[in-house]
């Protein structure tokens, strides 16, 4: 990279990418000090230059054609903001071929082409960072590929999707019905109009092999996951598991076992006296075993 400055070309120009922007812009200084360099978008691909984003943006920053950002040599880092599996993958891929590092966040691409995308950047011997992409803002995927690398890691269990964990500790307070709180968690935004990957447990099972191909230094496939959501649980669910001393919470769980790695995605039954447990709302945690650290959790909002 340039030690007089970093170049920054962004794929998409959506919510998150103006939340990126802002923050890039806001701490300039900060990050400058940090990194050793200023911080530069060069170029942001967007569909429609004029539309109104509410932010300030300088002049022939945006552009309709994807090759001046995947291509320019001047760019060294490509922020991938547009999500799905389609041009994303398509744009992502043609950057780190060209040799520039990557920045994404997109759950979807990373655990069903993730092999493609790792194979590209050590092609091209380029760097793909991904911490967004499992449990929001908590520092899970550096831990795990460098805090942790001298642990043999035996499990990894977590809480990671917001919106579920939101509905299920409402069910456990107030004794609601899954229906009444899906719509409680439409309309406060925490479930999307079409909230089918959350409930049916798919967007968690995506995060689960983000993590475990990390944990267990394996190539996992999406379709090794056993999946099951928690458009079944009740009420009345709740409040037994309550008298027996337990909650439900809908847990992503990767361990080992004698016939390789186990993986699963599904609502269980978890001691009240659990870490995990005591994860409400919209928090997310990861619960690690070690075979030299033993038992940490990672622990903050999705």
Request: charged letters at 25%.
């Amino acid at each position: 990279m340039s030690k007089q400055k970093i170049s920054v070309g962004m794929l998409g120009m959506g919510t998150v990418g103006r939340g990126i922007y802002r923050i890039l812009k806001q701490n300039r200084a900060e990050i400058k000090q940090k990194v050793g360099a200023p911080v530069e978008i060069n170029k942001i691909l967007v569909r429609d230059p004029a539309k109104d984003r509410g932010i300030e943006l300088q002049d022939g920053v945006l552009t309709t054609i994807a090759e001046e950002v995947t291509d320019d040599p001047e760019i060294d880092i490509i922020v991938e903001v547009m999500g799905g599996t389609g041009q994303a993958l398509e744009y992502s891929l043609r950057a780190l071929k060209k040799g520039k590092s990557l920045v994404t966040a997109n759950k979807d691409m990373l655990a069903e082409y993730g092999k493609d995308i790792f194979d590209a950047a050590g092609a091209g011997k380029v760097d793909v960072f991904f911490e967004g992409s499992v449990a929001g803002g908590i520092p899970i995927i550096k831990p795990l590929k460098d805090s942790l690398a001298a642990n043999r890691i035996r499990q990894v269990i977590g809480i990671i999707n917001g919106t579920t964990n939101y509905m299920l500790t409402r069910m456990s307070r107030e004794k609601i019905d899954f229906d009444d709180v899906l719509a409680e968690a439409k309309s406060l935004g925490y479930a999307e109009a079409d909230p089918t990957s959350d409930i049916e447990g798919l967007d968690t099972a995506r995060k689960l092999a983000i993590l475990a191909s990390i944990a267990f230094n394996s190539r996992i496939d999406l379709n090794q996951v056993y999946v099951e959501g928690i458009t079944r649980i009740t009420a009345e669910d709740i409040i037994y598991a309550s008298e027996l001393n337990y909650v439900i919470k809908l847990l992503a769980i990767a361990k080992e076992s004698k016939d390789g790695i186990e993986l699963r995605v599904h609502p269980a039954l978890l001691p009240k006296n659990h870490p995990l447990a005591a994860v409400h709302d919209v928090f997310n945690a990861v619960f690690i075993t070690g075979d030299a650290v033993g038992e940490v959790m990672f622990f903050g909002r999705g």
